[in-house]
């Protein structure tokens, strides 16, 4: 029974149980995959495909049977044998986008119980994960494919035992994931299809809420009746494009799916699914002669790379046309084609007209009549001399939107080389599909060689108009993609020309490169550590089931108790305003508004200090960024409050100045106080000696730390003593009842804050959510009701913000054999406009700048800028990453400058001495890092490797492969010493059951796995009969945040040293009575004053301190070290990349848990792949973040990680530092994905000198394609030359 408010709502709000996830709401995660199940009448089979809940209405699910991942499983009966993998194959981390992976794969299975790994790569495509890099979920999946099919997996896959592989890696696989008492895959087990809904009537729903009316057709009649009736109803098939624009009025519905066939060509259905047209193309290529189906070949091509599978099982053909959004693939492809469309409408019956560029009147409309609907659209055969291709470059490999796409037709006279029509069609280079009617019509009748290459490009640069300050941005990049594709589309018609024996000119075969398509052969696989290593064992996460079934609970996940409300932020508009006013009355007198707060309604302090800084819970005011939060409506429910804050009214008047970006920063002399500094050696002396002196500059770009669970919370008023109950996804729950208490002047000891678990942190969750939980809690207060807090997708990415960006100067001293003598760095970080964490992060960027070179003379200057922006925050790795960064640069750019291998600089400056000292004077030995080293560049076949790449270079012109490696030394711990403790509390029960309680948070990483282990190992009792609820400022007070690598360490000493003390009470009684059970030593031991319950805290290990007047101090407890050597490809001509292969020796210690380590170094891997070549943060001039969902912003999906990924841990590696002489791993892996970054300069700089072009040159971080294709300078970049700056109003800004 759906209320009314539910009538637009989508699936996922209405299943109520937990397994379905929210992610980001807009089809773009994965987390809320279910199977939705429909009975076909017409072939009397039922079809299983999987949806995004997200954006399945739920009118339209009547009479079809919904399968979520509760329904396949359970702890508490019987797990389904996809679950038990993932979770065996250590597939689950955080866990929240398991339920979604599971479903994905349960839905491939259930339609084809021997899925090949290409069918397992098509399933997974349009599911995000952001913790485990992908390759265990892989690991634990494949296991369902056949033998024979597990391997067809192309080249050299190790599996298989062909050349070119690792030997032994399917050894080492199985030492993490054992295959013995797997449940096996039994098909008769799974549900059945409803019979009640095979006999369901088709008749016409009608669907009536307040605000919207969803009518569902009972046939083509009744639908363009009700279209007559309804001209301005949308028709809602897949409802991908509508469902993100909902709540419109009137809605109609269409639930058919219409296929059919004729002789001059494929008609299809216009409510045909994506999946649907794909399989019929296939079906087509398969069964028809080459020659006719080009046409379908260069479809195909496109619906390979679009969307996910979810999104194509949803999306529709006629929705995609006509939408009319040129990032849509299928429109310059079906254009191209000549394809013609069948319209009907009850007046004038039916119309054939042509798609082409005049069908679109502007984005999103169409010359489509109001009361006509989309019957069909006729795809033609390709005729015998007629060639086709489609053309698309995105963000990201796969599901993402294109940034230009291209469908292009040439048709020959009969025998020879002569253009008798030509069509070219773009998307993405203005509001609406572009014809280059001009170009086709002048190339007709010319014979297709040089002089009509060189002509097309020049008439294709007059023709394609697109303004510098274009919607999108990209300018020059999109204009060089029109002619670098028909650049490619000219080389394919040449070669199939002269496959044709036709006379062409002849073609260097190196250009040929221009052709390839960038496979991506699925062979994910780990060279985990042997056995035979002294290291602990591969335990899986300890929640892994519970995350593989949907049963683990998130904050989101507790059901709403009696009364609870919802409270929705009010953000600022404005980048920097005084508030003039703020108006709730329209908001407070809509239904369902119980309240709104801002700033007067906090009890306590809505200003406080941060690192002597102030901060606003409520911007009073003025506001010092767009998304700085002013109020928050309080509501019945979740879309009540949503409307309402959208109603709220505040008055501005705009200040000055009002800037964003570094520069623009420095220009002001805009920076927070304190400013950093550390130097060693006396650097301006040196740089008169040295042969040469380079002053260079690298940018990076923030990031977004996308964790995959929204920030949020519940606050639960008890009624007595002003107690309050916090059930929070924080990272630092200790510091989310500080902020609390001191928002609503009540004590600490009142406050209690409950972390069962994160769906991903990354440092996001550390400072944020306190804010939000302060609010919350004021609202709780106010109202006296619960109150849950959920930020959407977009509302999270807009106000908590992420990764500081950060701009590096350097001036570097060298001699020409390579060796660094002397250099002068100084950071620039954008932190927002607050000082929030960016001092620390400063610091920290600072402190590893030397990474594992030895400069005698180095000096390293840090600003933060104060900027108009929302506040830049922690984010793993904590300025590591960029610190490092800029060093790598450096050691780049100085190699390039010698002409020397960057690993022979890097090798030539790197520390060496057993006994060496950072540049803040802390001793250290570099044996380990140098080990890694050696073992990476053996491990990865280095040397041999580069000169197969630099014959492929020579052999190839528009494809260029690089190669690089990088070593890391990380440190690990706080530099102020007071974080580095942990606590635990070890409770003994009566029946010999133990409780753990510790401060660390787990949010994936498997804390609370190692700290079983932990127990475990001491008390010697099973890790069954040891159980962690949850994190708990009742249970263990004042804990530092999970964070700097060092949750294990700290938590690890504690559990061990509480359960140590509860053994060392147990320890007389177990001596005289040997023979008993521990449950009997437990019972028994009962002495007054020692009760089988302990606390503990622990702050053991080297002082950490910085002095950093004098740039001295031991900054951390140890350094972590690794290597990485990563191998790319890239395509000059449209800039795609793919990653080749990757090898990492990591020096973990003594790994307490070699899975979850090898987990977390593949994860932070992949985060970095992000980082340095894909997450782009887009801001306006106005200075608001556009890029707000995974739709615009790009994380890693399965399509990027390396097909060869090859993690190794370190033999032998020992630290007396930490636990069981393990080594934190959390942070460090990100860094070492720059070796990608480095890899695509060698490719790009390949590519240059071929062309005569130095190889230095500029490159900022990420490598996007935009940026490598621009850097790939040719014939095609001159004729979209950078316009000068200040000429024109850019669409988005470098912050
Ligand atoms: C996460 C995500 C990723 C995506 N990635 C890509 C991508 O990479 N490439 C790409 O090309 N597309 C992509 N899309 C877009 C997707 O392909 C389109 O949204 C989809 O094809 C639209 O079909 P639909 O059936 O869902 O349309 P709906 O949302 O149901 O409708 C869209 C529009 O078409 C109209 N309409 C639909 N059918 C008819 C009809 N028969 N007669 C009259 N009007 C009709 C509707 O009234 C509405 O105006 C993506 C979408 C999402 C959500
Ligand atoms: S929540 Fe549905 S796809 Fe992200
Ligand atoms: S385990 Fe995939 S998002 Fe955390």
Known sequence: MLSQNHLHVSLLYIVLLTGTKYGCGGGGCGACTVMVSKYDQLNNRVLHYTVNACLQPICTLHGAAVVTVEGIGSTKTKLHPVQERIAKAHGSQCGFCTPGMVMSMYTLLRNKPHPTMEDIREALGGNLCRCTGYRPIIDGFKTFCDVSNASENGEGCCQNGESGGNPGCRENEMELFHMDNVLPLDPSQDLIFPPELMKRACGSLCFQGDRLKLISPVDLTNLLELKTEYPEAPVVVGNTTIGINLLLCHLLFVIYLLCVHVHAGVSMGAVCTLSSLKEEMERAVREMEAERTRGYQALLQTLQCLAGKQIRNMATIGGNILSANPKYDLNSVLAALDCTLQVMSKENGTRAITLNEELFTGFGKTALRPDEVLLSIDIPYSKPWEFVSAFRQAQRREFAFSIVNAGMKVLFREGTNIVESLNIYYGGVGPTLVKVGRTCQKLVGRSWGEDLLADACRLLEEEVELSDSAHGGKVEYRKTLTTSFFFKFYMQVLQELRERDVNVCLLPLEYLSALNVCLF????????????????????????????????????????????????????????????????????????????????????????????????????????????????????????????????????????????????????????????????????????????????????????????????????????????????????????????????????????????????????????????????????????????????????????????????????????????????????????????????????????????????????????????????????????????????????????????????????????????????????????????????????????????????????????????????????????????????????????????AHGGTEMGQGINTKALQIASRILKVPMSSIHIKETCTGNVPNAAPSAASFGTDAVGMAVKDACEKLMRRLKPFMENHPKYTWQQWVINQHPPGYPNAVTVWVSRGPHTDMDWENSEGPAYYYFTFGACCSEVEIDCLTGDHKNLRTDIVMDVGRSLNPALDIGQIEGGFVQGIGLYTIEELQFSLEGVLMTRGPSQYKIPALCDVPPQFNVHLLANAQNPHAIYRSKGIGEPPVFLASTIFFAIKEAVAAARRERGLGDSFPLSSPATAERIRMACEDQFTEMAPSPKKGTFKPWSINI
């Open 521 to 996: 052969p699925l062979q994910l696989v780990s060279n985990a550590q042997s056995s035979q290593d002294p290291v602990g064992h591969p335990m899986m996460h300890q929640a892994a089931f519970h995350q593989a079934t949907g049963e683990a609970q998130y904050y989101d996940d507790i059901p709403a108790v009696q009364g609870e409300l919802f409270v929705f932020m009010v953000t600022s508009t404005r980048a920097h305003a005084k508030i003039i006013n703020i108006d709730p009355s329209e908001a407070l007198g809509m239904t369902g508004v119980v309240t709104f707060l801002s700033a007067g309604d906090v009890p306590g302090q809505n200003r406080r200090m941060l690192f002597n800084n102030p901060e606003e819970l409520f911007a009073e005011e003025e506001v010092s960024c767009v998304g700085q939060i002013i109020g928050a409506v309080v509501a019945e429910s979740r879309e009540q409050a949503r409307r309402a804050a959208q109603m709220v009214k505040v008055t501005y008047q705009d200040l000055l100045p009002v800037f964003f970006t570094i520069e623009e920063a420095i220009q002001h002399q805009s920076f927070f106080d304190p400013k950093r500094k550390l130097e060693r050696g006396d650097v301006d002396k040196a740089f008169e000696t040295v042969d040469q002196i380079l002053e260079d500059e690298i940018y990076l770009g923030g990031q977004e730390h996308f964790y995959m669970e929204t920030q949020g919370l519940i606050a639960v008023p008890k009624g007595e003593n002003g107690e309050l109950e916090l059930f929070v996804a924080s990272q630092h729950s200790a510091y989310t009842q500080e902020v609390v208490g001191i928002t609503l002047g009540i004590d600490s000891n009142k406050i209690t804050c409950h972390v069962r678990r994160l769906g991903g942190a990354f440092g996001g969750k550390v400072m944020k959510i306190a804010s939000l939980s302060a609010i919350t809690a004021t609202a709780a207060v106010k109202t006296g009701r619960p109150v849950r807090c959920v930020l959407e997708r977009g509302d999270d990415m807009l106000i908590t913000s992420g990764r500081h960006p950060f701009l590096g100067k350097y001036k570097v001293g060298y001699n020409n054999d390579g060796t660094i003598m002397a250099a002068d760095i100084t950071y620039y970080s954008n932190g927002g406009c607050t000082l929030n964490e960016s001092l620390a992060i400063m610091e920290k960027a600072l402190l590893h700048m030397d990474n594992g070179y030895k400069i005698p003379n180095l000096r390293g200057r840090g600003l933060v800028c104060k900027t108009y922006l929302p506040s830049y925050t922690a984010f793993r790795g904590f300025g590591g990453p960029q610190g490092l960064m800029v060093m790598e640069s450096v050691l780049h750019e100085v190699a390039v400058k010698c002409g020397l291998p960057p690993q022979k600089v890097r090798e030539i400056n790197m520390y060496r001495e057993e006994e060496c000292y950072t540049h803040h004077k802390q001793l250290f030995s570099p044996r380990d890092m140098l080990r890694c080293w050696d073992e990476c560049l053996d491990k990865a076949g280095y040397h041999d490797r580069l000169q197969a790449i630099q014959q492929f270079n020579t052999s190839n012109r528009w494809k260029k492969r690089g190669i690089s490696a990088v070593p890391m030394k990380f440190g690990v711990g706080f530099s102020k010493g007071f974080f580095n403790q942990g606590a635990a509390l070890v409770n003994i029960y009566k029946d010999g059951s133990v409780l753990v």
